[in-house]
């Protein structure tokens, strides 16, 4: 029971990282209208944009993190809105072999510069706080706290402010916004950009929990588009609870498979639920 | 210098194989397959563990199709339905899923050591110092063996039906055609020739272990593809020979720049290969190759 419970905490500290990731791949499809494979490697680029001011630079965990988001906000939404948007390609497929491009070149420019070997944020020692049968670190804490209050954040954009309205009516239909008058140029960078910034901050809380890699972003590709195709692509509750089922499934399977399988244990279970719902679990027909 | 033109013919001829199976896909039926490589693991592993075993080689290539004849049916019924954009990753997502099988199966496969001493086929008939241009030559009979069969389809009223699918699945639909049946005809027959060239190169290489089988080998087929032009047969053989003359000759870049050590280079190749599919994308729009061409060119 206590081993239950500690990969339900675990699971749901994969399932931040994912939910992060998920929520800005989902809006970049109802807003840009392809799969953005290039996504996970903006948590790769938070994580060592962050690196660069923690690992190189040596300042504090605090700054480097403020900073890396900083820099790989600016570094992500430049490359993604010159890469799908001022390339002129237009079209699902097209937009997703340019996005392949992306990625292949944001891995390897960062594995040119740092070397793909691990790596590891420098951050103070940590006492494990004890509750009952689960212990948990500070980072661990700071984590689970900023993914929950990241998609609180999200939710009150999408509900609660214009740019949300434009952004669920784009997703529902482009045509109609700019008829409407809508600045549809402006929404898709913004979108960029709160997609660049969702994933770079789980890139750097991935950082701030295991150690990073170039290829790392390649690694969580399959949990995370398993995460937003349960969902239904283009809803960004869909992607939350996708994201959880996901994270938490993935640490169950551990109790009785070796966790290498992790990978192939979202990928069954995205298998799965396409077979009964083919739209997603929340996704619009068609 | 005579035995590298013929290695590289042969990686040509491999890799033309391969592309031709994913140009029947994309380029004739539209079905956005971002898993190749896995019909090509399935192909090589077949070939390997079997011929190891002690099987003849054809017979090993055969059973390698087989298996991905069986293993394209399943992914095809389950999967076929879905929008093409959930196909593709998918697709993506299987192919991945193999060669996380075949990196922890240890059993069947040996893991991340992989399959080493894969006999070459007819080897004790062929003096030793032919046997390239005898594997080439293999190779070459299979390709043209291969393009002929995809040229006949292709203009025959199965072919018709695929590219009317393409173009537009209800109008196909209201002929009385299914899409569905017609697509995974399509998806099975590229998978098959994917898997030849899988076996044809482990049979090669003599050595198979899951790191070749990783999505670049996509990728590159995709690039080959697109180069080449859609639908067009002739060009997948084309648009192979490019990809591999770039891939192979990229190789030498450790001799030009000295100072770089292997990582940093093969991260350069890497970023060369990305812009290299970006740019491609950007001239295939600019001509309006992708979503408008109907001809066959072949």
Request: charged residues 10%.
């Amino acid at each position: 029971m206590a081993e239950l419970v500690n990969l339900t905490v675990s699971g749901s500290l994969t399932a931040s990282f994912l939910v992060l990731g998920a929520i800005g791949l989902t809006i970049t499809f109802g807003v840009l209208r392809f799969a953005n494979i290039a996504h996970p490697d903006f948590m790769m680029l938070g994580a060592y944009s962050a690196f660069f001011f923690n690992g190189v630079l040596g300042l504090p965990f605090l700054p480097s993190a403020l900073l890396g988001l900083c820099s790989a906000v600016l570094i992500g939404t430049a490359i993604a809105w010159i890469a799908y948007d001022r390339l002129d390609v237009r079209g699902p497929v097209p937009l997703l072999i340019v996005s392949i491009g992306v990625s292949l070149v944001l891995r390897h420019v960062v594995q040119f510069l740092f070397g793909s070997d691990f790596r590891q944020f420098s951050t103070p020692l940590q006492r494990p706080y004890v509750f009952g049968p689960v212990r948990l670190t500070s980072s661990q804490i700071a984590t689970l706290a900023v993914a929950v209050l990241l998609v609180v954040a999200v939710h009150i954009i999408l509900t609660r402010t214009k740019f949300g309205r434009t952004l669920r009516a784009m997703a529902d239909n482009p045509t109609l916004c700019e008829i409407a008058g809508v600045d549809v140029a402006h929404a898709r960078i913004t979108v960029m950009g709160i997609a660049v910034f969702l994933a770079a901050t789980a890139g750097i809380l991935f950082g701030l929990n295991f150690i990073i890699q170039p290829s790392m972003g390649w690694d969580f590709l399959i949990p995370i588009f398993s995460a937003t195709i349960l969902g239904g692509i283009g809803n960004p509750y869909g992607a939350m609870v996708g994201a959880l089922t996901i994270g938490v499934t993935q640490e169950w399977s551990t109790l009785f498979l070796s966790p290498v399988y992790k990978d192939v244990v979202s990928f069954a279970v995205l298998a799965l639920c396409l077979l009964l719902r083919p739209q997603g679990l929340w996704g619009k027909v068609g | 210098m005579i035995d590298y033109i013929v290695a590289l013919a042969t990686l040509v001829g491999i890799q033309a194989l391969l592309t031709l199976g994913l140009n029947f896909h994309f380029g004739l039926t539209g079905i956005v397959n971002f898993g190749q490589v896995a019909f090509y693991g399935i192909g090589a592993y077949a070939s390997a563990i079997l011929s190891v075993a002690g099987w003849p080689a054809p017979f090993a290539m055969l059973a390698g199709v087989a298996i991905c004849v069986l293993a394209s049916s399943l992914l095809g019924l389950t999967t076929l339905r879905l929008r093409e954009d959930y196909f593709a990753i998918l697709t993506l997502g299987f192919s991945e899923v193999l060669r996380i099988l075949a990196l922890n199966w240890r059993d069947l496969t040996n893991g991340a050591f992989g399959i080493p001493g894969i006999p070459r086929p007819f080897e004790s008939y062929i003096v030793p110092a032919s046997y390239g241009l005898f594997y080439l030559a293999l190779v070459t009979v299979l390709l043209v063996v291969a393009f002929a069969l995809c040229r006949v389809l292709a203009l025959s009223p199965f072919g018709r039906t695929l590219r009317a699918i393409k173009d537009d699945d209800q109008a196909a639909m209201s002929f009385g055609k299914n899409p569905l049946r017609f697509r995974l005809l399509s998806l099975i027959w590229g998978a098959s020739l994917a898997s030849v060239a899988g076996s044809l190169w482990a049979h090669y290489i003599t050595f198979v272990v899951p790191d070749q089988f990783t999505p670049e080998v996509t990728f590159y087929a995709w690039m080959a593809m697109i180069i080449g032009g859609l639908g067009s047969m002739p060009g997948s053989i084309a648009g192979a020979a490019v990809m591999v003359v770039l891939l192979e000759g990229t190789r030498f870049g450790n001799d030009l720049i000295p100072f770089l050590d292997a990582p940093r280079m093969a991260a350069i190749r890497q970023i060369f290969i990305g812009l290299g599919l970006i740019a491609l994308m950007v001239r295939a729009s600019r001509r309006a190759w992708i979503g408008q061409q109907t001809a066959p060119s072949t």
